[in-house]
Nanobody, 117 residues
């Protein structure tokens, strides 16, 4: 059974930081590209950050320089370090695992991030 479990969300003031974690089980984690997506109320889900199985990263323009994605294959975990948070970063953040070679795609249940004073 495949599970992706996000944690680390919460309420933070503007300018603050949070670190999200996503633990994976039931997949060969090191062979999957991992992504963090977010969905604010009334909007479509959007890609925030992506890391390939080889460790290459990419970011949405809105978070470049503020967010950092990383992975620890030994722990089957992907992280999203979020700094200098803004109210517009408020959303439910979802973890995604993707392996196009075997057409295997999985989502976590999401974790709420609220940036407000």
């Amino acid at each position: 059974q495949v599970q992706l479990v996000e944690s680390g969300g919460g309420l933070v003031q503007p300018g603050g930081s949070l670190r999200l974690s996503c633990g994976a089980s039931g997949i060969t984690f090191s062979s999957y590209a991992m992504g963090w997506y977010r969905q604010a109320s009334g909007t479509q889900r959007e890609l925030v950050a992506h890391i390939t199985s080889g460790g290459s990263t990419s970011y949405a323009d809105s978070v470049k320089g503020r967010f950092t994605i990383s992975r620890a294959n030994a722990k089957n975990t992907v992280y999203l370090q979020m700094n200098s948070l803004k109210p517009e970063d408020t959303a439910v953040y979802y973890c995604n695992a993707r392996n196009d070679y075997i057409k295997s795609y999985w989502w976590g249940q999401g974790t709420q991030v609220t940036v407000s004073s």
